[in-house]
C-alpha cells in the first residue's frame, strides 16, 4: 500500500511516496538515530543540519534506485492542488486512495483545498515522527542552492510535480 509522507519547510513541500514501513523503518529511523529523536529542521543547528541533508542523500538515492520510494518536492500551493486532484482522481476511478502522513497543521491546510466530501474520505495521520524525512527533503528543495554540493548527488532522484502519476 501506498502512503504520501507530506511536510512543508517555508513555501516548499516535501512529499515522499511509499510503502510506510520502508519510508519509516530506512529512512525516518536513520534519521532518528542521528539525532536521538525525531526533531523539525528549523530546531538543528546548521552543521547538524547539513550532515542528516547528506545522510538524507545517502538512503534516499538507494531507495529510489530500487524503485522504493518517489520522492516530489514542489511549491506548497502547487503541491496541495496536486494532493486534491489526486485524491479526486482515485476516488472517481475507484481506486485505493493512499494514506497521508503530515505533519501538525498540514491537516487543517488539507481540509481548507480539498472538497469536504474527499475530504472525509482520506485517512490523514498527523505524527511529527513520521514526517522527519519529508521535512528533510523540503528543507534540502528551500536551501538547494546554498547545498548544491548535497542536492547535486540526488538531484536526478526528485520528480516534477507535472510528471507524476
Request: glycine share 4%; hydrophobic share 40%; charged share 30%.
Amino acid at each position: 500500500m501506498t502512503s504520501i509522507f507530506v511536510d512543508t519547510s517555508d513555501s516548499y513541500t516535501g512529499l515522499i511516496v511509499g510503502h510506510p514501513q520502508i519510508v519509516n523503518e530506512e529512512l525516518n529511523k536513520s534519521l532518528q538515530k542521528m539525532c536521538g529523536k525525531p526533531v523539525h529542521m528549523r530546531e538543528l543547528n546548521m552543521s547538524t543540519k547539513l550532515k542528516l541533508a547528506a545522510h538524507f542523500k545517502k538512503v534516499v538515492s538507494s531507495l529510489c534506485e530500487e524503485d522504493k520510494i518517489k520522492l516530489i518536492c514542489t511549491r506548497k500551493d502547487k503541491a496541495f492542488s496536486w494532493i486534491a486532484k489526486l485524491v479526486k482522481e482515485q476516488f472517481r476511478k475507484k481506486e485505493r486512495i493512499p494514506i497521508f502522513y503530515v505533519d501538525v497543521g498540514i491537516d487543517l491546510e488539507l481540509r481548507e483545498i480539498i472538497h469536504p466530501f474527499y475530504y472525509r474520505l482520506l485517512n490523514v495521520i498527523v505524527d511529527k515522527s513520521l514526517t522527519q524525512c519529508s521535512d528533510v527533503f523540503a528543507w534540502m528543495n528551500l536551501r538547494k542552492n546554498e547545498i548544491r554540493f548535497i542536492w547535486e548527488g540526488m538531484a536526478n532522484h526528485v520528480l516534477e510535480i507535472d510528471n507524476v502519476q
